[in-house]
């Protein structure tokens, strides 16, 4: 059924499909909205699960780690502070290695307080373990949620969905909203074969040794890498079954690009128009958008850039005294790849600030036209 | 650790145990039951231990629950029907939705089928003694029924031709009905109890003659009328209240005519007034003080304003004539509230010279009871009343003793009787050991706790009341009275009961509602509150075991009981 819906709703609209059976959540802005969705759907007996109103984000978690142990499928919804609170609990679900799926919309992280795009909270929990899909709009938030249940259940570590605040989680699309049966053939009920069994009870997380943890530290890595491989077959089977597919990357006219703009999220979608412009202007500038962030595509992008002469990375983020994460990720990426591209950094959208088709067309042909990359990112302050 | 799960490594988890580090150690303070007495308790004049049968109920073991009554109390079908239930008014409950309808759920007890009911059994007494017990009323029999099940023989003496007195004489039928009364009585009779009826004490046997008994228990009521002392009250038509009372529980045919006037503002010008509108009168009950200030029962006013039966305050009768009609004409001084009397109610003050008057057909005077102290000893009688001399062997008991008036508190004088009179048989003469007895502070003691400390040998410790300020009601969801159904629009053409049984759903939900104030009832917070997991509770004892070893002391089982059953103790 096709809707004009908010990215939010999708979220929701993919969660009720799943039938997820636990939704622990608590409310923030800019995710509040699916928390709604589903909490009325729960009201009007439409919502094949429950929902769990927990005082924090940090319960909401717990929660969700208490009911995934069991073997159930579970949910929640954050953003920016919440899932900032969450911490602690990220860490235990991915280390207990257990199929949670999340959306984060992602809001600037305070202070100062604020509520727009930026992907700073996300990429805050990088190290936690959970596997990150950042995307690019509604339509793809709502796909991503039914293939992260798949992808997750197979590797038995979290996702997280992440989406930009408002670009994504509340402007409203044509969005195509599966059938119920269709979902159904695509994701079975679940049954793992890893679970607390509540009839043998045990002691969860005990102390364990030095080589004991090493070992868990291990085995989660080799899941967590099997993800790229998984990630594009389960992407292969939606698209069978669905007509719509993402890949862990998505390059768009990338071939003989001199200079190739990368991007994450909602961002992409105002660069197709820029690099498309560039195109029919006979400049040779491609695109290349990074959806899968845990784990890091290097593979992929090794490949894709492959004969690329330059990149301009784009950062809807920024770590202090690091420079931008995406661009950090992709440079140690491409370091070992023979003649790898110059890396261009650009700090452009933080705070949930316009980033124009004209801001983006200006970055590419500045990157052209520049020789050697600087060391420190450039920060794009508009106007 | 993690031995098991360390073969696939996915989910941290160990089927070992971490039993051997005693954690317990890191406190020296440990959870420990403890029983308080629940205000319901102390405040009922018997003693009964009422969250106890209540949590019976709850589980539906009804003969149980029927033998926890019986301990203190021989007459739930009674009490559960015309006690004026103080144990409600002491509910911690009241002060957060309303009380547990506690008299409702004993009347529920009480009403067990015969096949059903618990055997009472005598404890073992190698020295029986042989006690006299002068009249058969709810003190009385009382009584005769504590001493039988402390093993001795009690001979009652009644000096009408059945037993129970008040209950039998003066309670009307359609507050308890008499096959109520017959069923306890049975019960009580059915004991190792000897009883002459028809044997007046004074008339057919002389007190002196009683002597070679052990010991003597006075209770012969007070059934004797105070007098109107006015001019015209032996004209025909004018009644007194319990010569007409017993006409009724007679069964007697009476007449009354069209209208009547009642006089007094007790129980029993209540039970009168409502008899003569079952006999087809229109009653209007006069009463000396305001509405306030009637000593009945405020359940039994209600119902008597719901049958239709008017009042008029503020007025004493000071003469009756015959008018020219052949009807009933009283004159009635007009009175005023004046300064507070012993009771702390406003005197009646006559207001000079405004008289009112009023015709009736009759007039029923119920101005209060007499007791009959004619055939007392001097030495025995004192203020109008039986003065009793424990230490000569003689005790008294019921209204014809200084206590109120009530049929509770008639059972708690024969109850401290007989335990005083078994305590001084085998030689304890410590006044204060039925003071080891009390529960709370409202002067009722405990038949269950004599019982243990006889059979052991070891006095109780004496409990806090667990009042309304140590109940955690975040645990309790608020809830409403469960109200007994009544009778319809009929009940004034019969003398049949006006309340109507309790159905066990009724009895269960109301059961239910009770906090069991310092008592456990096997609630399980502390079991699903301790973060350690050492305590494991015996729903059916209602007790708990404590695994020290492990137990932090934390106190999170203390805090979570929502009724003060769990406290903390330092065992250092």
């Not at chain 2, 006013?301 to 052949?326: C, K, N, Y």
């Not at chain 2, 969801?477 to 049984?501: A, I, M, Q, T, Y």
């Not at chain 2, 050492?534 to 203390?558: L, M, N, P, W, Y």
Request: glycine share 10%; proline share 6%.
């Amino acid at each position: 059924m096709r809707d004009f819906i908010s990215g939010n709703d999708g979220v929701a609209h993919a969660v009720r499909l799943c039938r997820t059976p636990l939704i622990a959540a608590y409310p923030i802005t800019p995710q509040t909205s699916i928390y709604e969705r589903l909490s009325g759907w729960e009201a009007s007996g439409q919502l094949n699960g429950i929902m769990m109103r927990t005082e924090s984000e940090h319960s909401a978690m717990a929660s969700c780690i208490g009911a995934s142990l069991t073997g159930v499928r579970t949910f929640t919804a954050t953003s920016s502070q919440g899932l900032a609170l969450m911490h602690e609990m990220l860490h235990f679900a991915a280390g207990c290695r257990l199929p949670i799926v999340m959306a984060n919309v992602n809001r600037i992280i305070s202070a100062p307080w604020g509520f727009w795009a930026d992907h700073l909270d996300s990429l805050s929990q990088r190290d936690t373990g959970w596997v990150q899909f950042y995307c690019e709009n509604g339509q793809e938030a709502l796909d991503t949620v039914i293939q992260a249940y798949r992808i997750a259940e197979q590797v038995y570590l979290p996702v997280m969905i992440a989406l930009d605040a408002f670009f994504v989680s509340h402007f409203v699309e044509p969005l195509e909203i599966p059938e119920q049966d269709q979902v159904d053939g695509f994701l079975p009920p679940l049954n793992l074969p890893h679970k607390f069994d509540v009839d043998k009870p045990g002691f969860l997380v005990p102390v364990v040794s030095s080589e004991k943890y090493r070992e868990y530290k291990h085995l989660a890595a080799v899941g967590m890498d099997s993800v790229k491989e998984i990630a594009l077959r389960v992407d292969g089977e939606f698209r069978e079954k669905f007509g719509r597919g993402y890949g862990i990357i998505e390059p768009f006219m990338l071939d003989d690009a001199e200079v190739v703009v990368v991007t994450a999220g909602s961002m992409t979608s105002t660069a197709r128009l820029a690099i498309r412009k560039m195109r029919e202007e006979g400049k040779k500038a491609g695109l290349l958008k990074i959806r899968a962030f845990r784990p890091f595509p290097v593979e992929a992008l090794q490949q894709a850039l492959r004969g690329r002469k330059k990149i301009a990375v784009l950062d809807r983020d920024f770590s202090l005294g690091g420079g931008g994460i995406f661009c950090q990720e992709l440079r140690s990426a491409l370091v070992h790849s023979p003649d790898h591209p110059l890396v261009f950094s650009y700090i452009a959208g933080v705070g949930g600030t316009d980033v124009s088709p004209e801001t983006i067309e200006q970055i590419a042909t500045r990157a052209m036209a520049r020789s050697e990359p600087a060391d420190e990112p450039e920060w794009i302050m508009g106007e | 650790m993690g031995r098991e799960d360390s073969e696939n490594f996915v989910i941290p988890i160990s089927y070992g145990s971490t039993e051997s580090i005693e954690t317990g150690q890191w406190s020296s303070k440990k959870p420990r039951t403890r029983q308080l007495v629940p205000p319901c308790q102390e405040a009922c004049p018997a003693g009964t231990d009422i969250p106890r049968f209540v949590h019976l109920v709850e589980k539906g073991k009804y003969r149980e629950a029927l033998s926890a009554i019986l301990v203190e109390n021989p007459f739930p079908g009674v009490c559960g029907r015309v006690c004026y239930h103080p144990c409600e008014a002491g509910c911690n409950r009241a002060s957060y939705d309303e009380s547990v309808s506690i008299q409702m759920l004993e009347r529920f007890v009480s009403s067990l089928k015969s096949g059903d009911l618990p055997r009472l059994q005598p404890v073992p007494n190698e020295a029986p003694r042989r006690v006299a017990i002068i009249g058969s009323g709810p003190a009385g029999l009382s009584c005769a029924y504590f001493l039988a099940l402390l093993g001795h023989h009690p001979v009652i003496f009644e000096a009408r031709d059945e037993p129970g007195g008040v209950l039998r004489w003066g309670i009307p039928p359609f507050r308890l009905p008499k096959a109520v009364l017959k069923k306890e009585v049975r019960r009580i009779l059915a004991l190792p109890i000897e009883l002459k009826t028809g044997c007046r004490v004074g008339r057919d046997v002389a007190l002196d003659e009683l002597d070679w008994f052990d010991a003597v228990f006075l209770s012969p009521g007070a059934e004797l009328n105070a007098q109107l002392s006015i001019e015209g009250q032996d004209l025909e038509g004018v009644w007194d209240g319990g010569e007409f009372l017993m006409a009724v529980n007679s069964g007697r045919d009476i007449s009354l005519g069209a209208e009547t006037l009642v006089i007094g503002g007790g129980n029993t010008a209540i039970d009168v007034a409502r008899s003569a509108l079952r006999l087809g009168s229109s009653v209007t009950i006069a009463y000396r003080r305001t509405w306030d200030a009637m000593p009945a029962i405020r359940d039994e006013v209600s119902e008597a304003e719901e049958e239709g039966i008017r009042f008029t305050f503020l007025v004493q009768p000071v003469s009756i004539h015959r008018t020219g009609d052949g009807r009933l004409s009283v004159t009635f001084q007009r009175m005023e509230p004046g300064a507070p009397d012993g009771s702390g109610r406003p005197r009646a003050v006559p207001v000079e010279g405004e008289y009112a008057t009023v015709q009736a057909d009759s007039v029923i005077s119920a101005v209060g009871e007499r007791v009959d102290l004619s055939w007392i000893p001097e030495k025995l009688a004192g203020g109008g009343l039986v003065d009793p001399d424990p230490d000569a062997g003689i005790f008294a008991g019921g209204d014809a003793a200084r206590q109120p008036r009530t049929i509770v508190n008639a059972i708690a004088s024969a109850k401290r009787a007989a335990i005083s009179m078994d305590l001084s048989f085998r030689g304890i003469r410590d006044r204060g050991a039925l003071s080891q007895l009390r529960t709370g502070g409202k002067g009722s003691i405990s038949m269950a706790a004599y019982l243990e400390a006889r059979a052991s040998g070891v006095w109780p410790e004496i409990k806090d009341v667990a009042t309304g300020d140590r109940i955690n009601t975040l645990f309790f969801e608020k809830s409403g009275r469960v109200r007994s159904r009544k009778l319809g629009k009929k009940r004034l053409k019969s003398f049949l009961e006006v309340n109507l049984s309790p159905d066990a759903r009724m009895a269960l939900r109301s059961a239910s509602r009770c906090y069991s104030c310092g008592r456990c009832n096997a609630c399980l917070n502390c079991y699903y509150f301790c973060p350690e997991g050492v305590i494991s509770v015996d729903v059916e004892q209602c007790t708990r075991t404590i695994d020290d070893a492990h137990c932090k002391g934390c106190g999170t089982c203390a805090t979570a009981c929502p009724r003060t059953a769990v406290e903390m103790k330092d065992l250092s």
